[in-house]
């Protein structure tokens, strides 16, 4: 049982430092012409034009849509998510792109992915809360509309912030 704790958390400590060589890694010029960000402009302009989820729920197909917060926790429809900012008394005060972050890309006209990170601002009960969120949304083309169908938000975290997870993660198993 140990060797396999052992082997469970080299696994762990290999797929944080990977994904960490993601987060901590900024868009750099290289990165930015290797996506097409150009193609099915009107495409482009009317998944852009989609508002967040808390203010637009008519881009959501059959409430066919699954979230996954900053927080780890899963939303099973819009509806889901929105009480769950209703339910904490949580209101979004600011929401802005980190320059060098935005890719949208669109695959064979009706399917799509966005990536961008967000300096979020909200307003909870116990104060202001500010953090960077690492995006990530999905959409579908269905008779002419774009729909978002899925979307990610992770923390971000300083190396020092990661570090101290990792930290917190071995000393618990």
């Known amino acids: 049982m140990k060797q396999f704790k052992d082997n469970l958390t080299i696994i762990f400590i290999l797929s944080m430092t990977i994904i960490s060589?993601?987060?901590?890694g900024?868009?750099?010029?290289?990165?930015?012409?290797?996506y097409d960000t150009t193609n099915y402009p009107k495409d482009r302009k009317a998944i852009e034009?989609?508002?967040?989820?808390?203010?637009?729920s008519m881009h959501f197909l059959n409430d066919d849509y699954i979230g996954?917060?900053?927080?780890?926790?899963?939303?099973?429809?819009?509806?889901?998510?929105?009480?769950?900012f209703i339910d904490?008394?949580?209101?979004?005060?600011?929401?802005?792109?980190?320059p060098n972050t935005y890719f949208l890309r669109i695959y064979n006209g009706d399917a799509a992915i966005k990536n961008l990170a967000l300096d979020i601002v909200m307003e909870t009960p116990k104060g202001i809360l500010s953090f960077r969120v690492l995006r990530v949304e999905t959409?579908?083309?269905?008779?002419?509309?774009?729909y978002r169908m899925a979307g990610q938000g992770t923390l971000?975290?300083?190396?020092?912030e990661f570090e101290k997870a990792i930290e917190q993660?071995?000393?618990?198993?």
């Open 88 to 98: 904490n008394e949580v209101k979004f005060k600011s929401a802005r792109r980190v």
């Open 68 to 84: 996954v917060g900053a927080e780890g926790k899963a939303y099973y429809g819009y509806k889901d998510e929105i009480k769950s």
């Open 139 to 146: 959409f579908i083309k269905r008779k002419g509309k774009w």
């Open 26 to 34: 900024q868009i750099t010029a290289a990165t930015i012409d290797k």
């Open 49 to 56: 034009a989609i508002k967040g989820i808390r203010e637009d």
């Open 169 to 173: 993660f071995i000393k618990k198993n």
């Open 21 to 24: 060589t993601t987060v901590f």
């Open 156 to 160: 971000a975290m300083t190396k020092e």
